[in-house]
């Protein structure tokens, strides 16, 4: 009922993939080992005639390179604000909706790569800048580096239900946030606003006085609020937050919600606006456990109607994921 099937790199610089290569393609019926044509998702080329073209053989992989590190900015012992030069390819390809890298140390193995989220772009610089939080051993080793680092993109898969988000112009779009998940949806503000639409921000505060994507949200000239959302002790919604979002949407029309933190808090969140307006649709960052990012090793997979995706690549409807129909999700 919710689904739709969507490849993020199909008409890419990196299609035809492996996939397609092995007769797994997501999209094109022909190089899934089926003998009619029914691709299920077009985006301006033929996957199958690209494939023929390039001698039955996958694009040029992604690759780490070396790039410099402009500055960084230590917010928290656990929070780091990385400004990395790139080339001008790679920062028009990454001020896209749902934008990541995979980036490692220096000389690390690429099973230390790890994918982290563009929050913004600077064109006269050639730079992106990212928000790190440090979790467990790849982050702790990122953060060690200070001159340079590895990189490897774009990517762009980072945001889940990006169908909703590309077209809109001249409306209300409502980013509800936490913590490092935040990041993407400065991005995605800075997107909607070339399209004229007005962005209106509920961060949750968490432990700090404020989220530390607010400036970055406020540069983009989106209405930010730093609230508290969700009560860590019930692990409920606030009040003061269900107040204000029925509020919110009784009174103006919101056609489309990004909700972006962790799992926990998508699932509150489009669950308990969903049942009040199931008009609304949303999309969420994608905050899957991600290796290769290619569609390859399995590790982002997840399970949608009974069949298994992987979500690095394929666009799933973020409702499909989240809604808990009978409460048993
Ligand atoms: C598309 C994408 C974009 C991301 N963008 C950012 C970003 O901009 N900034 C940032 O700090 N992090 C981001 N992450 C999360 C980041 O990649 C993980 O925190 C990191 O890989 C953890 O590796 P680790 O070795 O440091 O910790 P691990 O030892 O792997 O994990 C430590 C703890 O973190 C949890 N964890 C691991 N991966 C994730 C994840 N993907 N989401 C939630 N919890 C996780 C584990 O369950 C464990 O409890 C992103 C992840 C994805 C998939
Ligand atoms: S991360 Fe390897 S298949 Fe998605």
């Known amino acids: 009922m919710y689904r739709f099937v969507e490849c993020i790199d199909a008409g890419s610089d990196f299609c035809p993939c492996h996939l397609a290569e092995k007769g797994e393609c997501i999209i094109c019926s022909q190089l899934q080992n089926k003998v009619f044509c029914d691709c299920l998702y077009w985006k301006g080329t033929c996957i199958y005639q690209e494939l023929l073209n390039n001698g039955n053989k996958a694009k040029k992989n992604r690759e780490y390179k070396k790039f410099d590190i402009v500055s960084i900015n230590k917010i928290r012992d656990d929070l780091h604000l990385y400004e990395v030069k790139l080339t001008n390819y790679l920062v028009r390809e990454l001020d896209n909706f749902g934008a990541f890298v995979f980036i490692k140390r220096p000389q690390h193995p690429d099973y230390f790569g790890t994918p982290i989220s563009i929050m913004d772009v600077d064109y006269e610089k050639s730079t992106v800048t990212m928000l790190i939080k440090i ?51 400065v991005l995605a503000t800075r997107r909607l606003k070339i399209n004229g639409n007005n962005i209106k921000v509920m961060l949750d505060k968490g432990r700090s006085q404020e989220n530390a994507c607010t400036l970055y949200y406020k540069k983009y000239g989106a209405d930010v609020e730093n609230i508290n959302i969700i009560n860590y002790k019930t692990k409920n919604l606030t009040d ?50 991600m290796c290769c990012g290619e569609g390859v090793c399995g590790s982002c997979q997840i399970k949608l109607s009974g069949k298994y995706i992987r979500s690095c690549k394929q666009q799933y409807n973020p409702i499909e994921y989240y809604l808990m129909e009978d409460g048993n999700r």
Not at 245 to 265: R, S
């Open 240 to 289: 003061d937050f269900v107040d204000k979002i029925d509020d919110l949407i009784n009174k103006e029309e919101v056609p489309v919600i990004l909700t972006a933190g962790d799992d926990d808090f998508n699932r509150l969140i489009i669950n308990y606006i969903y049942k009040r307006n199931n008009k609304i649709y949303f999309a969420s960052v994608n905050n899957h456990i």
């Open 135 to 185: 979790h467990g051993v790849k982050t702790k080793d990122i953060v060690e580096c200070s001159e340079n680092i590895m990189l490897k993109g774009p990517y762009w898969n980072g945001i889940q239900g990006q169908r909703f988000l590309r077209n809109l112009k001249d409306t209300n779009v409502l980013i509800l946030g936490r913590g490092v998940a935040a990041s993407p949806g």
